[in-house]
Each structure stands twice: as C-alpha cells, then as structure tokens.
C-alpha cells in the first residue's frame, strides 16, 4: 500500500477507535483530521513521501465551513428543530392520544396501534426522535402496563414509532443529505412520504398479527366505549389543528408556494399558534423551546465543523479515489454493490450515529452509486433519480440505527422514563421484530423504486 492508503485507512480506524474515548464526536472528528494532516506533512518532509498534506489544506476548510454556514437551506434545520419543541409543548399529542384510545379500544392491539398513528403524526410535525420517543412513553407506557400489555411489546411499539420523525417529512436528516449531494430537498421530502407510510403500515399490521396469535400480550382495556358520533367528532378536533400544521408546512412545499427555509419559518410560525390554541404557549415555553433548539443546533453544526476538516483531508490523500476503486472492484454487479454499502451503512449504524454517517460516508459512496450501470425511472422529471432512490434507502437504514445497540439513541431516550421493573434487555428483546420490519420496508424500495419516485415526479410533472 502507498503511504497515502495506509492513512486513508489509518483515518478511519482512528476516528472508530476514538468514538469510545468519551470525547465529543465533533472533536474527535476534526481532531483526526488536523492530526493526520501533520503526519502526511512530516511524512512528506522526513520520508519524502507525497501525500501532498501541509498546513495549508487545514486553511482550506475555513472556506468551506463559511460555505456551510451561508448555505440557506439549512436555515430550515433550527427552525424544524424549534417546531419539534413548540409542539412537544405544545398539549397536541396529548389530545390525540386519549381520543386516538377511544377510538381503537374495542380493537386487539387498540393502545399499540394508537402510539403508532400518534408516532406518524408526530414524525410528519416534529423531526425530532428524542422528544417524540420520551413524549410516546411519557404519555402511553404507564396506559400499556396497567392494561396488561407485554413490556417488550410496549417498549419496542414506542421506541419503533419514535424513530418515524427521522424519515417522514418534514425531516433534519433530508435536509443534510439533500445539502451534501446537491438534491432537492423537495424531492427527498416526497420521495421519503410512501416509505415513511409504508413504515408506519407495517407496524400497525404486525401488531393486529402479534394479537391475534398472542392476545394475553395486548388484553383490551376493562372498559369499552361505544364507538359514536361524538367521539369521532372529538377525534376530529384533536387531529384537525396538527393536520393543518402539517398541511401548512409540508403544502407549502410540495406546491411550490415557499421554499423548505421559508416553509420552515411557516411551521415554527404555527407550531406557537397550536400551542397558543390549546393554551399552552407563555414565554417561558418559548424560551425552553430556543434553549432546547440552540442545543440540537450548536451539537448539529459542531459536527459539522469537525466533518469538514475531516472529509477535507481525507479527499486530498485520494479517499475518494480508494473507496470508488474498492467497491467497483468489489465481485458483485450494481444491485450487488448497492447491497454491500447498504450493510456497510446498517452495521456503521451500531457504533455510529447518523450525523457523522450523512456527512462522512453517504458523500463518499454516492458518485459510485451514480456511475454504476442502474437505470431508475424518474419519469422525465426528477434530476438524478438514481440518487434519490439510494439516498432514500440509505434514509430508511439509518432509521434503524436508532433501534441497535449499542449506540440506538431512541432505546437510552426510552429507558431514561422507564418505570424500574423494564430493563435495558427488554428494550433490546422488544425492539427486534420492529428492526426486522424496517428491513422488509428497505427490501421493498430496493425491489420497487417507484415508491419514492412516483410522488415527486407526479407533483412536478408539467
């Protein structure tokens, strides 16, 4: 191997290894990169190697981060961060589960199937998994327990439905991936609609299964209500006002009214307008929801920071390069190669979290996914639906990142409100069947490209 090889492998095995020092990902990242840009220099000056590192490309990414902070689209990032927070103030979910519990009481599985919809609902007005999965169990795990349901039954329902936010529009990581591979985040957010659904209807079809085959897992609840007008009327308050929200946001963009940063403002906009209408909004809810967003939004751009002197040095010792060659040299055909990255991606999605996927990885391998011989129908509308078709796969396999351990963020968010008899074990054992099925989902786009293409392209259509 050639000196700028082994530091190419070099990097990526030190960042690994860093990962379980405790230190800050950001810092561990930029660190690598400024320590290996001195060992290609000294290497160059002792060695008379050619690397081709010095001091000066460090200066270079001092252009590139003023780039990524002048960048407009992710304006849209704080202010989707802000919408999550005002509406987990905000009282909505709340409202929607106790009609949602009414409505499917008389149903196997009824209160499971409740947090799944509320899950869907919240992922398509939050983003955020952190606040929907601690909402989710805040509000429904004591409900679930006291019924009778299996504890990992219960666990993994809310911790599944939790990571919904991640992938259904209007969602942060689209809007990374969109800003890294130069896509349409309009695209991507439509794109990401029929698999998200697709999600969600998976769910809430292995949990009608699981209580037909195992109905003392999921008893109903002792007291039925009939199913009346008055209470599909009540159903109709609590979703209508979260449904315009969404309609509001997520219209704006699919009609070509505003642009994702202008829509972003729309929905923080009335995400405070919901919480005012269910009397929830004060100055101090706006303020927690700014320090809560300053939070989110200061860890996303550090890592950002750090992924740029990182990526910046890997590119001038050839990363690219020798990842494209690997892979092309890989024994397998196009769909072969797509698979391999894929796993690659699902087992980085154990140690790593999405963030310094999206920015680190998902760049490196997308030009070798659009050179490789696949021809995917973008119906004469879409730019580049190669890409977007593996992006959104690569979007679907991430979410599960945060259902494996050891690094599933959404488990550690649920155990932190866990009552003390449900283990981290049961979390794990609870979440399986639910990883399984965001796999069947995965298999589906990869078998079926049409399910993120088919929307974007009708919408645009002339």
């Known amino acids: 191997m050639e000196m700028n090889e082994v530091l190419i492998v070099g990097m990526m095995l030190s960042f690994l290894v860093l990962l379980f020092s405790g230190f800050p990902i950001a810092w561990v990242l930029g660190g690598v990169g400024v320590i290996f840009a001195a060992i290609g220099y000294y290497s160059d000056f002792y060695m008379e190697t050619m690397t081709g590192l010095d001091f000066m490309t460090l200066g270079l990414s001092v252009n590139r981060i003023y780039k990524i902070m002048d960048n407009w689209i992710l304006v849209a990032l704080p202010m989707f961060i802000f919408m999550g927070n005002m509406l987990d103030k905000s009282g909505a979910a709340e409202k929607l589960m106790q009609s949602f519990q009414e409505l499917f009481g008389r149903v196997r599985g009824g209160l499971a199937i409740t947090v799944i919809l509320i899950g869907v609902i919240l992922a398509a007005s939050t983003g955020i998994i952190g606040a929907s999965v601690v909402l989710l169990a805040v509000m429904s795990l004591p409900a679930m327990l006291k019924q009778g349901y299996d ?72 007291e039925l209500k009939p199913v009346t007008l008055e209470l599909w009327i009540r159903v109709l308050k609590a979703v209508l006002p979260t449904l315009l929200m969404i309609v509001a946001v997520l219209g704006s963009i699919f009609t070509g009214i ?109 030009p070798v996914i659009s050179a490789l011989d696949i021809t995917i129908n973008g119906y004469g509308v879409i730019d580049n639906p190669e890409l977007v078709w593996f992006v959104m796969m690569v979007a679907v396999t991430l979410q599960t990142s945060f259902l494996t351990p050891p690094v599933g963020f959404a488990l550690f968010y649920l155990k932190g409100v866990c009552p003390p008899e449900i283990k981290l074990t049961d979390i794990y054992k609870g979440v399986m069947p639910f990883i399984v099925l965001q796999l069947i989902g995965l298999t589906l786009i990869l078998a079926y490209p049409s399910i993120v293409n088919w929307l974007p392209a009708t919408v645009y259509s002339p």
Not at 162 to 175: A, Q
Not at 185 to 190: K, N, Q, R
Not at 302 to 330: H, P
């Open 258 to 366: 505003a642009t994702p940063t202008e829509a972003s403002a729309v929905g923080a906009a009335s995400a405070m307008l919901l919480a005012w209408y269910n009397g929830k909004f004060s100055i101090r809810v706006v303020k927690e929801c700014l320090h809560n967003t300053f939070n989110v939004s200061g860890y996303i751009f550090a890592i950002f920071i750090g992924a740029t002197v990182f990526a910046l040095v890997l590119r001038e010792l050839g990363g690219d390069e020798f990842i494209e060659s690997f892979l092309v040299s890989l024994p397998f055909g196009p769909y072969g190669i797509i698979l391999f990255v894929l796993a690659v991606i699902f087992l980085l999605g154990f140690i790593l979290d999405w963030i310094e996927i999206t920015l680190i990885i998902l760049p490196l391998v997308a």
């Open 151 to 222: 504890k990992k039954v219960a666990v993994g329902v809310i911790a599944s439905s939790g990571t919904l936010g991640i992938l259904i529009p209007p969602s942060i990581m689209l809007v990374i991936m969109a800003d890294q591979l130069a896509l349409s985040v309009g695209d991507l957010f439509m794109g990401a609609v029929f698999p998200g659904l697709i999600l969600g209807a998976l769910y809430v079809i292995y949990i009608v299964g699981f209580g037909v085959l195992k109905p003392k897992a999921m008893p109903l609840a002792d």
